[in-house]
């Protein structure tokens, strides 16, 4: 349900409203928020009237309060020009953004915390690359060396583990997951919301990571961020939900059932020069996500084949199973080309590489062996894993290659 105008409140005149072309529109998402309210919506709005040159309007996004807070932001919405309530039935913060942005008529759109946690004073910069046109996504953050940040040990931990997942894990390279302070131009959110899936914590990061892999620029502002002592945000279950919103959304990338390309193609994010793959960086962090899996499958393998065949042929026997299903892995996940067109030609290749790596690996044994020939499998082990490291530069420019290759012969027309 969606309620943009709110009804008359006694002792307060009803407030005719004015369309207006709007250039930001602020965003609070509250849920029982009926004592912060008040004091967050006068405060930006004063700021708003005094410090921000362009049209902006606020919006109330309740979504399922059960207790007085929807009545209050209709009151405001009647005392105070330019503030707009909506109310969604749904709990949620991220159902309450997708709503209120899906319908702005604004060109950007914001959103804050009710508790203004972060200064005001960032809005004009976070928002200053949007309208002019150089970036599409904009975002507050508290990770940054110059970000002023009051807060506890264990929200600071909590906060700069959450980043490093990603980075791990999604290859996220923005700082700050999670700051209540974010802006998108309204017409780049039409294009992102329909794919982001979580209706709650999470949404922030899924809108970030889908955003990047389509190519868009996401600013960064450093800001002044004092923690509220009596947020009600429960850190426990939302860790355990942005975890399993990480694992869903990587598992999405990697199937490619997130429409990743199509949206990048819509948006004009095409990579500049044409046969180069898109994401570098990207392709290295999937790249070392898949081998940090294979050189644990190694040493498994490694060590379940020691006793029967010996270090030599359990090496041998290990370092070609990894090799056929790491290059699997990375023709799908890394390089994301799908189909079986190129599959056995690709295999071919990688086991090129694998040789090169068992050369290095075998090297590396007969010379252990001949040092010491009593050494144990512990120190073998280490000596392998430090040998198969030596070989993932080499192995990841050798596919990079050949999958680049795959894609340009892909790329050229066909001529009758």
Known sequence: MTDLVGPGTPGVAPRPRTTRDYVLDIVIPVHNEERDLPGCIRRLHEYLDSDVPYPARITVADNASTDGTLAVAHQLAEELSDVEVIHIDVKGRGGALHTAWMSSPAEVVVYMDVDLSTGLSALMPLVAPLISGHSDLAIGSRLTPTSRVVRGPKREFVSRSYNLLLRGFLGARFSDAQCGFKAVRADVARHLLPLVADTGWFFDTELLVIAERAGLR?????????????????????????????????????????????????????????????????????????????????????????????????????????AIGNTAANRAFTFAIRGRDGVARHQLHGLLVFAFGLAITSGSLYLLHRFDPTVGKGVELSILVVANLVATLFRFLALRRVFGMHRRMKRKPVYS
């Open 218 to 322: 996401i600013h960064e502002v450093p800001v002044d961020w004092i923690d509220d002592p009596d947020s009600r945000v429960d850190i426990l279950a939302t860790a355990i939900s942005d975890l399993k919103g990480c694992w869903r959304v990587g598992r999405a990338l990697a199937s490619g059932t997130l429409p990743v390309r199509e949206l990048r193609h819509s948006l004009g994010r095409e990579p500049l020069v044409s046969g180069v793959p898109y994401g570098m960086v990207g392709q290295l962090v999937r790249f070392g996500i898949v081998g940090v899996a294979s050189t644990l499958a190694y040493a498994l393998l490694y060590l379940a084949l020691h006793g029967a065949l010996g270090a030599q042929a359990a090496n041998l026997t290990a370092l070609l199973l990894t």
